[in-house]
């Protein structure tokens, strides 16, 4: 299972952390991914970390304002997100995949909840 939190009201330029916590199993052979999704919108790829932290994907439209991490021992992936804009409300999903191919949504096994992240200009 995976819980993701974080999600808040900013203001436009603001900051928010983004977690997604797996519970009941280990997710550290998998590689973790974040999605997206404005109203009306289809999922939309932001980021995603391999099993190892080795490899790390960004859609363009966070490259330069967006880091993604985990922590191992706390089987948590981070997705830091920095001078927001209003485009980038959503509401964010974590999910994990064991497969190589991150940026699709039916590659990934596992999903969280989502997290509503609200950013006003």
């Known amino acids: 299972q995976l819980q993701a939190s974080g999600g808040g009201l900013v203001q436009a330029g603001g900051s928010l952390r983004l977690s997604c916590k797996a519970s009941?199993?280990?997710?550290?052979?998998?590689?973790v991914g974040w999605f997206r999704q404005a109203p009306g919108k289809g999922r939309e790829f932001v980021s995603a970390?391999?099993?190892?932290?080795?490899?790390?994907w960004y859609a363009d439209a966070v490259k330069g304002r967006f880091s993604i991490s985990r922590d191992v021992a706390k089987n948590t992936v981070y997705l830091q997100m920095n001078s927001l804009k209003p485009e980038d409300t959503a509401v964010y999903y974590c999910?994990?995949?064991?497969?190589?191919?991150?940026?699709?949504?039916?590659?990934?096994?596992?999903w969280g909840q989502g997290t509503l992240v609200t950013v006003s200009s």
């Open positions: 999910a994990s995949t064991p497969r190589d191919t991150v940026e699709e949504p039916h590659e990934y096994y596992y």
């Open positions: 009941g199993r280990s997710f550290s052979s998998y590689a």
């Open positions: 970390i391999s099993y190892n932290g080795a490899r790390i």
